[in-house]
Structures are given as C-alpha cells and as structure tokens.
C-alpha cells in the first residue's frame, strides 16, 4: 500500500474517527485507526464495537492496500507534522510515514484482524436531513438527557418518525426536551420509524457534524443498529434496546398560569441569583399578588439571600415554584427567540416552557419540592 | 445432548484455537437458540452487529466444523444479534440500594408509566386477573360495579389478607371503567396513605379547599389499603365529608382493606356504617388449583419456560400469598435464566425459605406464649394448666400452632412448653387450625393480628 495525502485532509480524517476509537477493552486491536483502500477511495475507520466511523479521506492511491496502526502514536506524529504533503507505505510489518525531512515507521498489526464494520440491511429507506437543522434538532434535546445504568432506555436520544414529522426527544426523568421537524426541513421514506440512539453516539455525532455547514446527513435505520451518512463519513451505531417510555402522558395537556418573558433577561438573572443556590440547586421563581413582576429568589442560611425582578406579562394567578435552576437554564437556552412562555399548574406538577415563536420545540421540567 | 452442552463444548474448542481476549470480545455472550430439525440449520445468538459480522466471517468453519463433528445433522448456521443489556441485569439487584443513598429533593416526572391523572398502572388489567372460588364473588362484584357504575353497589367494600390481589381487583376496576366510558368519566386512585398525605399538607398550608376540590370532582374513587386512616381523626373526617358528597351523588367508591370494616378497631362508627351499608366481599387464599393457575398464566405473560413439574411443586409449598408465589417463581426463572443453574427440589426449597421467611431469630417460645395470652387475655398460666374449658383450649391450640409455624419447634417440645402435654396433642392442635384457617376468615383474622404482633415485638 502506498499513499500521498495532504497534511490537513489526513488530520480532519482522525480527528471524526478519533472519538470511536477503542477504549481498555479485552481487544487491543480496537485501539488501532484502520487505513485502506477501497477502489479509488482512501478509507480510515476506528471502532469500539458500539460505535463506528468510517473516513473517506483523498488522497492519491499509488498502490492499494491496507494497514492497522494504533491510534494514539499515528495521530500524535501527523498533528505534529509542518509539511502539506504525505506519504504513507506499507513495507513488511512497518507503515512508513514519511515527509521532505521527516521519516517515521509505525509498527503494525494485520488489517484482516480489524473488525469487519457491519452494514445496514436496509439501503432503500432513510431520513434525509440538513446536517445545520440536525444539529441543532440533537443538540437541543440532549441536554435533558443523562445516562442511567438503571434505565437504559433513557440513557439516549429518541428519533420517531410518524405521521410525516421527526421527533427528537430526550430525558433524564427530571425534564424533558422535544423537538419536531416537518417535511420541509426533511426528506423520509419511512413510514414509521423509531430508534434509541445512545448517548455517546449522540454526543459523537454532534462532534463530528459540528464542522459540516449546508450539508446533508442521511439516516438508515436498522432494528438494531443505525447508520448516519455524511458526504465524507458513515457513523454506525448499536441502538438501545428497549421501550422509550410514552412521554406524551406527562406533558401537561394545559396550564393554568402563564407568564411571557424576556429569555435572555431570564438566563441573566438565574445565572446571577443562583450565587446562593442551597445544595440542592434551588431557585424560586413567582409572580406576586401584583401580577407585574418575576421574582427570582434564592436563599441559603448560611450565606445568605438575593432576588431579581423582570417585569413579565401574567394571564393567571399568581405562583412560585422552586427549581433547580441548572434545569431551567437548560429549558431557556434551548430556544432562540426573545420571548418564551412558562406555563405553570402548581408546584407537584411539571412546568413547561414554549415560544410561540418555536412552537416545534417544547421543555418540560419538574419543579423541586420546598 | 442439550443445545446448551452442545454449544458449551464448540465454545471449548473455539477457545483452544483463538487467542483470549478474542474469545472474550466475540463469544463471550453468544448462545445457541434453536435447532431446526428439518434442514439442520442452527440459529446461533451475538451480543452485537460487530460480533455477528465476525464471526460469520471468521470463524463459521470453525464452528460448523465442531458442530458436525458433535451432531451430524447439522447442515448450517445462522447468526442473529440479540441485544443485551447487562446493565439491567446488575442494575435491578442494585436498584433497591441506590434509591435509598441518593436522597434528592428533585422530584421526578412522575412514574412514567402511571396514568398522572387516574393514578392507575395499566398493568393491571381484569383480564390479567385469574379467578378461583376464593375470589369469583369479590371479581363478579367488581364486573357488576364496572357495568353499571355508582348504582349497583356503593360502596364496594373488598377486604382480604396481604398480597391476595386487592390492589390488582381495585386498580383493574379502575382501568375497566376508564376504557369503557374514555374521557367520560373521572377515575381517581387513591392510597389510604395519599390521602393522609394530601390532607395534611392541605391542614399545614391552609389549601384544604383545594384537596376537597379535588377529590370531589370524580366520579369514581378508588381507595387502597383504608385500614391506616382509622384513628387519624382529622383525615378521617375529610374522608367521611368526601364518601358523603360521592356517595350522595351516586358516584361510585370502591374500597379495599385487609380487614372487614368491622374489624379496624380505630375507625370511627359512621365510617363503619357505611362502608358496611354497600358490599362487602372478601377475597381469601387461593386453593391448589388456582396457585398452579396464577402461577401459568404469570409464564405465559413473561413467555418464560419453567417446567410444569417446578410450577407444581411451587403451588405446593407457599400458600398464603400470591405476591409470595410470584416472588418465588421470579427467583426461580431469575437462576435458571441467567445464572444457568438447573432446579432441583433442594434448591426450590432453598428459595421458597428465603423468600417466605421472616426472620425468627429473636422470637422465643415465651414471648408467643405471652402474646397469645395477652390477646386472648388469659393467663399464661392457664394456657400451661390443664383446664379443658373451651376458652382457654381454643387459645392454647392456637399458641401450639404458632410455635409451629413461626418457630419451627417439634411436636413433643411444643407440648412440653405448654404445660407437659403429650405430642399428639400438639400434632391434633396444629392440624386442626390448619384445617380451620381456610374455612374461618375470622380465625385467619385472628391470628394475622396475632402473627403482627410477634413480630412487631421481635422485630
């Protein structure tokens, strides 16, 4: 095998396999990147049998071949590199990397004890979306995620299509975070699907379409395990097994109480009042008898007490309930618009948190007993 | 030979000829599943999509190979990835401690698979339910109520020993009425324990109108376990007001208990009254036949494999409580499946002990003596003596027949505790309260109170 590459293409390239690199497992192969050639495409993959990700990296292929290098040593020298070109040959059990005035040889391990990286069974459906609205649509809902080894089948981020619209949701059994794409931000040819993508997957995938702008991510779906396509990376992942609780029951149908305000006043005055935030995060949120004013309040014996108030519109009574205020902040960031609405019933039942200006995206939190 | 031998001994080969950690990652989790006889493939199980391309690719002439050579008919394998995940196996032994470490203000959004606003947990259904002479009268009642709710009987008053189904009865009352009339109705269930709470919080920040608000606006109230409300007096109060506006309004009540509303010594006589005024059924333990039934049809739900002969002797040995049997059972599939030990009658026995057995340690024969005289108030002295007057003997068979069962202690020493009698005397005394337990609710009562009692002191 022999290859020339240019410095910055090779980096991007383990830079989005980096993450699904094998970690301590019983396999020390795992830890290794695999480098290849696939008819006129150079191929770089890394797995740790729950995610994968395949590269494919131009470059000029001299000669075809494969090789397996461990990860760590390879990508330490190319980060470190100062020249544009590359080239990479394997020669006997040594892959040579070797510059105008830099020579290394790596040793390495047969590329036919590399796992084999499953493929999709089903190639005829899959969702087509803009990797921006993608983004977007994850990074949203999986702030209301957290793993769980009690329960897995929250440990992820749901993807359901149905009734021609994709939903995103996320929870950790404390709040809960929903967004809805329609048609028009997305092509499917599913009829109904659903899928637990795991957390680390999640967060993986995020990494790595962070740095696609106006591209296209296209999803294919298996029972057990999902495929995300992007024009220069496949990401293969094992799904969660399991039932996504029904969490259409806990969104609250109406609120009784609800108050319009300004986001970022918000986010600035929690980020503030929170400085006294007692241990278990809480904060108080209410609306007085004069309905004009949102007191944030918090209050710790030892350290002492401060509130914030935003003027607010009220259609309702007035309430106060407590929260932790890392969860709230959560909820406001999620959303772009200058106003969002809190809709509140009382303090045992949870608080949702809208934009009529987003109305395809929706917070849930349960508020702290005080 | 059996699939698993079978697949025991190719995995034996496998690992002479790959290295550990190899073995490790791709076979640790696999299994053979199914045989199929006609063609001869087999259907071999892999943790993962990584797993199954591998092995497919690598290693299926090893396999097949060894396969062959233990079983000729095998023709051919096929691989399918079942997921597992081990997480939830460790995670449901730790569950119980990590919920009690973690002491968080943070409520949660509510169990996700209770409706919030009935209360009710759509697993219990009245299809679920298996009925058997010890309960056809109690599930009619509830049938009648569900057809034609708050006009048949109201209240419905169910009463019956720990973990004979009450819940299962009130909460698939419940769900029946709720499918049958949708959104026409308002279901609420309700703990007797709920309801205390909700009424204290309500007296500790002045909001009791919104707790009579709430409960008054439904149209059927289900309430568990009512025998912890008797002797809260302001809890019962709001309770009497509230089954007052229900009932008055022909809404439908529906009551459980562990005892007849007679029998709560705390409540107050108008309650008593009127839960006495509606129906009252009771449901007590279940016969042979209808253990093994409950027993099958908790199998086929789950779609475990257990043998009939295993079930059999399960329905034997544990009588008093379903939640008991099923506990068993759950602990009988738990080791086969997945600690892959084969049951035996030891190892049934075993488990049944465990399960069933509360502690005894600190019980001694003294302190059941004193208890059953104390509650029979008679004297110790009289249960020792050799008076044959029915009020002492009745106590004294009773006594005899705890040291049995919660002491474990043999006959002729029973009999030398209770005043130097003879062991046959013992042996008649418990085998006749055995007998009469199942035919006098009463006597059961009875010594239910009695049993608490010990181990309370105990405990």
Same mark, same amino acid.
């Given at each position: 095998m022999k290859l020339i590459v240019l410095k910055n293409n090779l980096v991007e390239g383990l830079n989005s396999v980096e993450g699904s690199v094998g970690g301590?497992?019983?396999?020390? =192969?795992?830890?290794n990147v695999f480098l290849g050639t696939d008819s006129n495409n150079i191929i770089l993959t890394s797995t740790n049998l729950e995610l994968a990700t395949k590269y494919f990296l131009s470059g000029k292929i001299i000669e075809a071949g494969s090789v397996t290098v461990p990860f760590l040593i390879f990508n330490n020298i190319i980060k470190n590199l100062n020249t544009e070109r590359i080239t990479l040959e394997k020669k006997g059990k040594y892959l040579h990397v070797s510059t105008d005035n830099y020579e290394a040889s790596i040793y390495s391990q047969e590329s036919k004890n590399f796992p084999i990286i499953p493929l999709i069974q089903n190639k005829k459906d899959s969702i087509k979306i803009n990797t921006s609205t993608f983004k977007n649509a994850l990074t949203n809902v999986i702030v209301a995620s957290q793993y769980s080894d009690i329960r897995p089948e929250i440990s992820g981020v749901l993807i359901n299509f149905q009734d021609k619209r994709l939903t995103f949701v996320a929870t950790d059994s404390f709040r809960l975070a929903e967004i809805i794409l329609g048609l028009d931000q997305l092509k499917s040819n599913f009829e109904e699907v659903s899928a637990i993508i795991p957390l680390s997957t999640a967060s993986e995938l995020l990494r790595i379409v962070s740095g696609q702008k106006d591209s296209e991510v296209e999803i294919f779906i298996d029972p057990n395990q999902i495929l995300f396509k992007t024009s220069t990376q496949y990401i293969i992942s094992r799904l969660i097994d399991g039932k996504f609780p029904?969490?259409?029951? =806990?969104?609250?149908?109406?609120?009784e109480t609800e108050v319009s305000i300004n986001r970022q006043e918000v986010i600035d005055a929690v980020k503030l009042t929170k400085v006294f935030a007692g241990r278990a995060s809480d904060i108080t949120i209410s609306v007085g008898e004069n309905k004009k004013f949102l007191e944030i309040h918090s209050a710790d014996s030892a350290l002492g007490e401060n509130r914030y108030k935003v003027p607010v519109k009220l259609r309702g009574e007035k309430f106060s309930v407590a929260f932790n205020w890392r969860y709230l902040l959560d909820g406001l960031k999620i959303y772009k618009s200058e106003e969002v609405v809190l809709g509140v019933n009382d303090s045992n039942h949870p608080v949702t948190i809208k934009s009529t200006d987003e109305p395809l995206s929706l917070y849930v939190v349960m508020p702290i007993k005080t | 030979m059996e699939q698993k031998e079978i697949w025991k001994s190719v995995l034996g080969e496998i690992e002479l000829q790959i290295s550990k950690p190899n073995f490790l990652t791709w076979f640790? #989790?696999? #299994?053979?599943?199914?045989?199929?006889?006609?063609?001869?493939t087999v259907l071999v199980s892999l943790p993962n999509n990584f797993a199954k391309e591998w092995v497919k690719n690598r290693y299926h002439k090893i396999i097949l190979g060894s396969l062959r050579s233990l079983d000729g008919s095998i023709k051919n394998i096929d691989y399918v990835v079942v997921s597992q995940n081990p997480a939830v196996i460790q995670s449901n032994q730790k569950r119980g401690q990590v919920s009690k470490t973690i002491a968080n203000p943070?409520?949660?959004?509510?169990?996700?698979?209770?409706? $919030?606003?009935?209360?009710?947990? $759509?697993?219990?259904t009245m299809d679920s339910f298996v009925v058997g002479s010890s309960n056809e009268l109690a599930y009619a009642a509830v049938q009648a109520v569900t057809k034609?709710?708050?006009?048949?009987?109201?209240p419905l008053f169910i009463h019956g020993g720990v973990g004979l189904g009450k819940t299962h009865l009130l909460q698939a009352a419940g769900n029946e009425i709720k499918k049958t009339y949708q959104e026409g109705v308002n279901v609420l269930y309700v703990t007797s324990e709920k309801f205390i709470n909700d009424v204290v919080w309500a007296i500790r920040n002045r909001r009791m109108e919104d707790v009579k608000k709430r409960y008054r606006n439904i149209d059927v109230l289900v309430i568990d376990d009512i025998q912890f409300i008797g002797g809260k007096t302001a809890t019962e109060l709001e309770f009497f007001y509230t089954f007052n506006v229900l009932y008055e309004n022909n809404k439908q009540i529906i009551i459980s208990s562990d005892r007849p509303p007679a029998a709560i010594p705390t409540l107050e006589e108008r309650l008593r009254s009127r839960f006495e005024g509606g129906m009252t059924v009771d449901v007590s333990y279940p016969d042979y036949e209808m253990r093994l039934a409950i027993l099958k049809t908790k199998v086929q739900e789950q779609g475990w494999s257990v043998e009939e002969k295993i079930l059999e002797s399960v329905a034997t040995k544990v009588q008093r409580n379903i939640r008991e049997l099923e506990g068993v059972l759950n602990k009988v599939v738990f080791y086969e499946q997945y600690k892959g030990e084969k049951m035996n009658t030891k190892k049934l026995e075993e488990i049944i002990n465990e399960t069933t #057995?509360?502690?005894?340690?600190?019980?001694t024969a003294t302190a059941v003596i004193k208890i059953v005289s104390d509650f029979f108030e008679v004297s110790p002295d009289d249960l020792m003596g050799r008076s044959r007057k029915s009020e002492v003997v009745k106590p004294r068979q009773i006594c005899m027949y705890l040291l049995r069962d919660i002491l474990k202690l043999s006959y002729p020493h029973i009999g030398e505790k209770l005043g130097n009698r003879d062991h046959t005397t013992a042996i008649h005394a418990c085998e006749k309260i055995n007998r009469d337990i199942n035919q006098k609710p009463s006597l059961n009562q009875r010594i239910m109170l009695i049993k608490e009692r010990v181990y309370k002191d105990s405990g």
């Open positions: 301590n497992s019983n396999l020390p =192969i795992l830890k029904d969490y259409r029951a =806990i969104i609250p149908k109406q609120t | 640790k #989790q696999s #299994q053979l599943i199914n045989k199929n006889e006609k063609d001869g943070q409520p949660t959004l509510i169990e996700l698979k209770i409706d $919030p606003k009935t209360n009710l947990n $759509p697993r219990y034609d709710v708050g006009k048949k009987y109201n #057995q509360v502690t005894s340690k600190n019980i």
